[in-house]
């Protein structure tokens, strides 16, 4: 039997977390959206290494608030996409993290947008989030950098986690 995880991808508004998404399951992901803004989720999977990692991702958008508590039951890992040039995108994630207040969930931050001069590095984000003990990785979605760390973290994790039910 294949090992499936629920991973919940969350995050600010233009983070980048449907980029992220289809830039790790390689295009096989779908979105909810209307002029190019999530509406309702993402959805892809991709396997690695035996386990199928099922991605949620949210909207960011504050109004949309109730849709991530929906979409976080069952999550195993959490992933917080930050936009890395942009410090109020950090103080959103923070909210977020709070009002989600995952308990016994491995967290992973993905200081995105990397390949923009600007950008803050992966453990600047991490320290302005004080989150000093969860993973920090930069990414761009975009120029799919840093996806392939992304997902092999992921996949350690995964393997620590309990499985989710099949999705």
Do not use: W
């Amino acid at each position: 039997m294949v090992r499936q995880v629920k991973i919940l991808v969350t995050g600010p508004y233009r983070a980048g977390k449907s980029s992220l998404i289809n830039s790790m399951t390689k295009g096989n992901s779908f979105n909810i959206d209307r002029r190019g803004t999530t509406v309702c989720m993402d959805y892809g999977n991709v396997d690695v290494d035996g386990v199928k990692l099922h991605l949620f991702g949210t909207p960011g958008q504050e109004r949309f608030a109730v849709v991530r508590q929906v979409l976080a039951e069952g999550m195993r890992i959490l992933v917080m996409v930050v936009d890395s040039t942009k410090p109020d995108s950090i103080v959103q994630a923070r909210k977020i993290l709070v009002e989600l207040s995952p308990k016994n969930v491995p967290c992973i931050v993905a200081a995105n947008k990397q390949d923009r001069p600007e950008a803050m590095s992966p453990a600047e984000v991490q320290k302005i989030m004080n989150l000093p003990k969860v993973y920090a990785v930069g990414t761009s979605a975009i120029a799919k950098n840093g996806t392939h760390e992304l997902l092999s973290h992921l996949h350690k994790v995964a393997q620590k986690v309990e499985p989710s039910l099949p999705c």
